[in-house]
């Protein structure tokens, strides 16, 4: 149901299903914390899909009190397999701490699990490593630790050469981790070599066919950034070349309007909830001071409406539950 995106009908097995759920305080038998713990995962997922991120968080706090702390390797035995979902619920909660601020939580999250798994088994857990470095690279850009990005990066980077043809759980994380490396070469304000990544990231989604729109929101993401990097590139720099085609202006006027066009239309995806919570705000609150005849558009102006700039506050440290 949750991949035809019927929510509603979701939502409603959902609410028969918690009728069978163990009364607080009883001690639940492992089928009842295998069978609730699949539950609060398969919520959160409606919730974070339909933007409800408050609540898809609160769901996955839950799972994560129902994970097993253990490190995959005690001494010389071999630890029991971890949970298949382990990696994708605290790469998804920290996801969604990052995005609100909660950057020692997302952190210390990631970097545990990183550290537990052995490099005595780079293959068995590949997909895990790679997915959980891809969420850190949101972590450290927003705490600007750029020379960690940049390791991370290019670490992410060797693995997807290697990778062929990679399925859709990696294109989803090739993808992301290029998008990464636009933002992290933007914040840097390398803005040429930004807009060179955002061409890839382009490139991909057309690529990767299975699993995004080939116009859809990754699209209008990429076209707004390279219109912000092509403006702010040409205030920072002294060579008046880069500006000095008739056509220059038309052009960035052009991957503005392609963006707005397309996110206007397109429904916000919050799979990566760092992307609709403060990049997109942030964006075209850049190009709104940069560029102030522009911002007067209609589908500018719905565009601020639909992501409308909400900072965040500085909770580096801060804690969202003595659980964490």
Request: aromatic fraction near 12%; hydrophobic fraction near 40%.
């Amino acid at each position: 149901m949750i991949q035809l995106e019927a929510y509603e009908k979701a939502e409603k097995e959902i609410r028969e299903l918690n009728k069978w759920e163990p009364s607080e305080g009883a001690l639940w038998s492992p089928m009842e914390l295998s069978v609730n713990f699949k539950k609060w995962s398969t919520v959160s997922k409606i919730y974070q899909s339909r933007g409800r991120l408050e609540s898809a968080k609160s769901h996955l706090v839950r799972c994560y009190s129902f994970l097993r702390p253990e490190r995959l390797r005690n001494d010389t035995e071999l630890l029991p397999d971890p949970d298949p979902n382990r990696f994708q619920i605290i790469c998804r909660l920290s996801d969604l701490l990052c995005a609100d601020g909660y950057w020692v939580d997302a952190r210390s999250n990631i970097e545990y699990e990183i550290n537990s798994i052995s490099s005595d088994f780079p293959g068995k857990f590949a997909k895990a490593l790679t997915r959980l470095k891809v969420s850190l690279l949101d972590v450290d850009i927003a705490e600007s630790k750029y020379d960690q990005a940049s390791s991370g990066i290019e670490w992410l980077k060797q693995q997807f050469v290697e990778i062929s043809p990679p399925d859709i759980s990696y294109q989803w994380l090739h993808v992301r981790s290029i998008i990464a490396s636009a933002r992290l070469l933007h914040s840097q304000r390398r803005f040429k070599e930004a807009i060179s990544e955002w061409d890839l990231v382009l490139s991909l989604v057309r690529k990767y066919s299975d699993s995004f729109e080939p116009e859809g929101f990754f699209y209008g993401l990429a076209q707004l950034s390279i219109a912000l990097a092509r403006l702010q590139n040409a205030r920072s720099t002294t060579d008046a070349s880069c500006i000095s085609s008739p056509s220059w202006h038309a052009d960035t006027r052009q991957f503005f309007d392609k963006a707005c066009a397309v996110l206007a239309r397109e429904d916000v995806n919050y799979w990566v909830p760092t992307l609709p919570k403060t990049v997109i705000p942030d964006l075209l609150l850049n190009i709104q001071s940069t560029e102030a005849s522009w911002w007067t558009a209609d589908d500018f102006l719905k565009l601020q409406q639909k992501y409308p700039y909400l900072p965040v506050f500085d909770k580096r440290q801060q804690r969202l539950s003595s659980r964490m």
